[in-house]
T-cell receptor, first 108, second 115 residues
Framework: GQSLEQPSEVTAVEGAIVQINCTYQ??????LSWYQQHDGGAPTFLSY????GLEETGRFSSFLSRSDSYGYLLLQELQMKDSASYFC?????????FGRGTSLIVHP | NAGVTQTPKFRVLKTGQSMTLLCAQD?????MYWYRQDPGMGLRLIHY???????AKGEVPDGYNVSRLKKQNFLLGLESAAPSQTSVYFC??????????????FGEGSRLTVL
């Protein structure tokens, strides 16, 4: 089976940097994805790491270490609109499995 | 560009009633998924399909059936609704192969309440 662990909640102030960690246990690992979901909305894709290292997309970066079964999402220059839930997901064979999500609260 | 469209967006059922949720995608994606989302539980996979005419069970398939008669459509059925099936249902699709499987495109969700 597959399981993922991520913190349930993270708080930060506007303009700061925050890191959301994700550890996973899975068979047949192919990659780690991150999704953002605002209250009442649909999850939207942020990033994907198929190989070890850092992927950068604007203010968001994602990191993967396959040897440690660990990844993180880094959000820089936080804005109020970044308040949302963030999910990591592992891709094993055809089936993406999601973590329970991290609620990010950004304070002014 | 519509992407992934789910209908209906809201529905209230009585215990024992049946209904079908429709998911349609216009991106010619091979893979389609149905997830349910409950508070604190993340997204749990109900059923998925890797191509027209194929379906497979996910993590929580009991009480649901699916069909993929056309590539662009993926239907989720509840034969006899139960209060435990009160949830938000999300359909998603993805291209096949490699890194493409890491990017899912989601519909806006269908909010189902079973009384």
């Amino acid at each position: 089976g597959q399981s993922l662990e991520q913190p349930s909640e993270v708080t930060a102030v506007e303009g700061a940097i925050v890191q959301i960690n994700c550890t996973y246990q899975t068979s047949g690992f192919y990659g780690l994805s991150w999704y953002q979901q605002h209250d009442g909305g649909a999850p939207t894709f942020l990033s994907y790491n198929g190989l070890d290292g850092l992927e950068e997309t604007g203010r968001f970066s994602s990191f993967l270490s396959r040897s440690d079964s660990y990844g993180y999402l880094l959000l820089q220059e936080l804005q109020m609109k970044d308040s949302a839930s963030y999910f990591c997901a592992v891709k094993g064979s055809y089936i993406p499995t999601f973590g329970r999500g991290t609620s990010l609260i950004v304070h002014p | 560009n519509a992407g992934v469209t789910q209908t209906p967006k809201f529905r209230v059922l009585k215990t024992g009633q049946s209904m079908t949720l429709l998911c349609a995608q216009d991106m010619n994606h091979e893979y389609m998924y149905w997830y349910r989302q409950d508070p604190g539980m993340g997204l749990r996979l109900i059923h998925y399909s890797v191509g027209e005419g194929t379906t497979a069970k996910g993590e929580v398939p009991d009480g649901y059936n699916v069909s993929r008669l056309k590539k662009q459509n993926f239907l989720l059925g509840l034969e006899s609704a139960a209060p435990s099936q009160t949830s938000v249902y999300f359909c998603a699709s993805s291209r096949s192969g490699g890194a493409a499987l890491g990017e899912l495109f989601f519909g806006e969700g269908s909010r189902l309440t079973v009384l």
